[in-house]
Nanobody
Framework: QVHLVESGGGSVQAGGSLRLSCTAS????????MGWFRQAPGQGREGVAG???????NYADSVKGRFAISQDNAKNTLYLQMHSLKPEDTAMYYC?????????????WGQGTQVTVSS
């Protein structure tokens, strides 16, 4: 069974940085179809950063220039480097992998890691 496990969340002050990690078991990250999402309390899930089925790197407008997605193939780990964090970045962050071409979503999701940014 595939497992994605996120780590690296925490509480920081506005302007700070965090790096989230997502490690996969029984699944190998490729060159496309992986990403990071977030969900704040009372809000829907939104895409933050990801690599789509064509290998294009995409970022939400709200995080462009502040967040960067990367991967370490040797460690089979996906990262989300976050700089200049704002209180509105507070959310549960999830990694996802493997495009589901039927639903348009992803087949595999992690359990999430909490990011809290205080002003």
């Amino acid at each position: 069974q595939v497992h994605l496990v996120e780590s690296g969340g925490g509480s920081v002050q506005a302007g700070g940085s965090l790096r989230l990690s997502c490690t996969a078991s029984k699944y190998t990250f490729g060159s496309y179809c992986m990403g990071w999402f977030r969900q704040a309390p009372g809000q829907g899930r939104e895409g933050v950063a990801g690599i789509d089925s064509r290998g294009n790197w995409n970022y939400a407008d709200s995080v462009k220039g502040r967040f960067a997605i990367s991967q370490d193939n040797a460690k089979n780990t996906l990262y989300l480097q976050m700089h200049s964090l704002k209180p509105e970045d507070t959310a549960m962050y999830y990694c996802a992998a493997a495009c589901n071409y039927v639903t348009g979503s992803f087949n595999y999701w992690g359990q999430g890691t909490q990011v809290t940014v205080s002003s």
